[in-house]
């Protein structure tokens, strides 16, 4: 009964190579969040949908595009590595709708790229 | 200036303390705040939100003042499990923004 899940939980890569996370969620909540923790433990949002429509969409480089195919799911392309992509992604869920925002996290994924 | 700032610690505090973490942040139009607690390799999970009025949690108690733009959280009679890091984050149009964490040390 997890209520956000990520798969897989730990990815090892190499550069250059394209990879995706995926996430789930049965909170029945209408938005979803990337976030990425770096070595320096800090935790930056990324991107963020709510009912399967893009809302926040920070720096990021296009190499990351996000895809969510209904409001349960957020899954993270990544294309092209780099070295700089290794860090751990969380995913997130929320219900807007409650005014106070209050995100639950799934597990983590670890992308270490070599 | 950083959107939300926290002292980084680490605080190593002896069981049974009580201990005080502070944070700021600089958008007055900030709209909620929480303290969220992250074990080490593992995900931010929800300690509590915070209210003007303040808020207690068992041995957690939360404040905020907004005229301040400062937010605290106090833990007494501390616990070896509460050893952690706790995030202070802020809620605008639906972004949260976290601080870098305060790391705690429960010592026995």
């Known amino acids: 009964d997890t209520a956000v899940s990520q798969t897989p939980k730990y990815l090892v890569t190499q550069m250059g190579n394209d990879k995706s996370i995926k996430c789930e969620q049965n909170l029945g909540h209408d938005t979803m969040y990337w976030y990425k923790q770096d070595s320096k433990k800090f935790l930056k949002i990324m991107f963020s949908y709510n009912n399967k429509e893009l809302i926040i969409n920070e720096t990021v480089p296009n190499r990351f595009s996000p895809k969510s195919p209904d409001k349960a799911h957020l899954n993270l392309h990544i294309n092209s590595l780099e070295l700089g992509d290794s860090a751990v992604y969380f995913c997130?869920?929320?219900?807007?709708?409650?005014?106070?925002?209050?995100?639950?996290f799934g597990p983590g994924t670890r992308l270490t790229v070599l | 200036r950083k959107e939300v700032e926290q002292d980084p610690g680490p605080f190593n505090v002896p069981e049974g303390a009580t201990v005080a973490f502070n944070c700021t942040y600089s958008n007055s139009a900030s709209q909620s705040f929480f303290w969220y607690r992250q074990d080490c390799r593992k995900e931010p999970k929800l300690l509590m939100s915070?209210?003007?009025s303040g808020n207690e949690d068992g041995r957690f108690t939360a404040q905020l003042n907004r005229a301040s733009q400062y937010i605290s959280l106090l833990i007494r009679d501390s616990k070896l499990s509460d050893s952690a890091t706790y995030l202070c984050v802020v809620n605008r149009n639906e972004k949260l923004t976290f601080g870098t964490g305060t790391r705690l040390t429960i010592i026995p």
């Open positions: 915070v209210y003007s």
């Open positions: 997130a869920s929320s219900q807007t709708t409650t005014g106070y925002n209050e995100q639950f």
